[in-house]
């Protein structure tokens, strides 16, 4: 990694948020930022540790009820912090969970109401029905996005955020509204595992992208998309739900 370019990783709260294989999503990150050639450096964060002085990218999973309980007091302490970096133009990715601790608020199937941080301007209230399987996106900027869904949760977008894409297969964020995610700036949230990453290099290209862009100035992508990335994107979009 001698004479590489740098670029800070905050893999939050993988203690607690990181169900359903979202790991997978920073190691995906990180072996694409190296493609592209930049030396990626993870730091794990997880209640009541400080976030690194340096911050290029911030990314995260999700996980249970309990671990949203757990975390969202620490997110809370530490929002002013991560209000900044996001408003600062810090590439993020929030997946299921943190994805809705990084909207206004989440209130449970129980009625128990997790207070967010309102990055993203989205609300979940926790539904009866378990929206799984296979789904299809497709986005204006990123093009055909495929990951797996496994919620319950119904997130409703305000006008401060747009859909991260349109749903051609699966449910998203609801099963009403017909879109998947969220994006704010350069902040996306989305209930999308499997993981997602892995499957839509587009994604991960966005997040190095914008990160080196803020601080390097610029960003020269070199790494094509991989034969066996596209067997597996095809693979998923012919499973059945």
């Known amino acids: 990694m001698t004479g590489q370019r740098e670029l800070a990783i905050v893999s939050l709260y993988p203690r607690d948020m990181n169900i359903y294989g979202d790991r997978g999503n920073v190691l995906a990150l990180t072996r694409r930022a190296r493609e592209h050639g930049y030396a990626p450096r993870v730091t794990e964060v997880n209640p009541g540790d400080a976030l690194p002085e340096v911050v290029d990218i911030v990314i995260g999973g999700g996980g249970q009820d309990s671990g949203q309980g757990r975390v969202a007091k620490d997110l809370s302490a530490r929002?002013?912090?991560?209000r900044a970096l996001a408003g600062d133009g810090t590439p993020m990715l929030m997946v299921c969970g943190l994805y809705q601790l990084f909207g206004h608020r989440f209130i449970t199937h129980t009625?128990?109401?997790?207070v967010g941080i309102g990055v993203?301007?989205?609300?979940?209230?926790?539904?009866?029905?378990?929206?799984?399987?296979?789904?299809?996106?497709?986005?204006?900027?990123?093009?055909?996005?495929?990951?797996?869904?496994?919620?319950?949760?119904?997130?409703?977008?305000?006008?401060?955020?747009?859909?991260?894409?349109?749903?051609?297969?699966?449910?998203?964020?609801?099963?009403?509204?017909?879109?998947?995610?969220?994006?704010?700036?350069?902040?996306?949230?989305?209930y999308l595992h499997g993981s997602l990453l892995p499957k839509?290099?587009?994604?991960?290209?966005?997040?190095?992208?914008?990160?080196?862009?803020?601080?390097?100035?610029?960003?020269?992508?070199v790494a094509p998309v991989g034969e066996t990335v596209m067997r597996a994107r095809e693979s998923a979009?012919?499973?059945p739900r």
């Open 79 to 82: 929002a002013g912090e991560i």
């Open 111 to 114: 009625g128990d109401e997790l």
């Open 120 to 190: 993203l301007d989205v609300e979940t209230r926790g539904g009866g029905e378990r929206m799984i399987g296979n789904i299809v996106l497709d986005s204006d900027e990123f093009g055909e996005i495929i990951g797996y869904e496994n919620h319950s949760g119904n997130t409703t977008l305000g006008p401060g955020s747009r859909p991260l894409g349109r749903v051609i297969q699966g449910a998203g964020n609801n099963p009403e509204d017909g879109v998947e995610g969220a994006r704010t700036g350069n902040v996306i949230g989305s």
């Open 200 to 221: 839509n290099p587009a994604l991960s290209d966005f997040l190095v992208g914008e990160a080196a862009r803020r601080r390097y100035g610029d960003f020269d992508p």
């Open 237 to 239: 979009k012919r499973r």
